[in-house]
């Protein structure tokens, strides 16, 4: 009996625990759908679960970072929702590569058609964006996500290293080396196999031509010592027959 309370109580305890750890859990979050480098371009999926069993998500505002600002956004069209892009002149002058920049993102909001993400559901929302910044380890983007019951939920508290994440995160996307260094390696790898596959052509047209050689002296030998063996051969059967009539005159007489 006490092993059954005890066990009893230890799943209570287990349920309270997954419940009140729930909500952390759910949380709009962005991740790559490929490599992030410094100074290039990514698709990024922000994900939004919804955490509501009595409401859905009908609407989704996803803030650009200014400090670090992106003028190529391009959102994927998703099914059901409607994409707003929402764009300003930057706070500084901005180049890519070496053109002007005059407007950059700031926002972009998506509207659901319907009934949006209904209870124990996700939804994700795919982006391009770019160039991304070579100055930076990673881009905060503020969201804000509402709910058909007017509910809003404000995911903009940036997380600090070496502290517990906070209640209402915001996505947060790490970004990785760039990957400049590793074209010129592969470039320099490309470059040595091309001079390796010359070299290797030089080689074997090298040898096919020593073979070419020696096949035609070997072939001039063979004519040679044909036309000896055919020149013996005749002598020899010359021999034979004036032998043979040697023979015959003296047993003739």
Excluded at 76 to 101: M, N, Y
Excluded at 131 to 146: M, W, Y
Excluded at 194 to 201: L, P, S, Y
Aim: proline share 7%; aromatic share 6%.
């Amino acid at each position: 009996m006490k092993a059954s309370r005890i066990a009893a109580a230890g799943a209570v305890s287990g349920i309270a625990v997954l419940a009140l750890s729930a909500p952390a859990f759910a949380h709009v979050s962005v991740q790559p759908e490929g490599p992030a480098a410094k100074g290039g371009y990514a698709v990024v999926d922000f994900k939004v679960p919804n955490e509501r069993d009595n409401a859905s998500t009908t609407k989704l505002e996803v803030n650009f970072p200014t400090d670090h600002p992106l003028a190529s956004v391009m959102p994927q069209p998703v099914p059901g929702w409607k994409a707003e892009v929402t764009r300003a002149k930057p706070a500084k002058p901005l180049e890519s590569h070496g053109k002007q920049i005059t407007e950059v993102v700031t926002k972009v909001t998506w509207t659901a058609d319907g009934e949006g993400v209904q209870p124990g559901y996700f939804q994700k929302f795919p982006v391009s964006i770019g160039a991304l910044p070579e100055d930076a380890d990673q881009l905060v983007f503020k969201a804000i996500q509402t709910y058909s019951n007017k509910e809003v939920v404000r995911w903009i508290e940036v997380p600090q290293e070496g502290q517990d994440e906070p209640e209402s995160p915001a996505p947060v996307l790490q970004l990785s080396a760039a990957e400049d260094d590793a074209h010129g390696a592969s470039g320099a790898s490309d470059a040595k196999a091309d001079d390796t596959g010359a070299d290797a052509q030089n080689t074997a047209a090298d040898t096919a031509s020593s073979d070419s050689g020696s096949g035609d002296g070997s072939d001039t030998t063979a004519r040679v010592l044909g036309i000896v063996g055919i020149v013996v051969g005749a002598a020899g059967v010359a021999y034979g027959v004036l032998a043979g009539r040697r023979r015959n005159s003296g047993a003739a007489a």
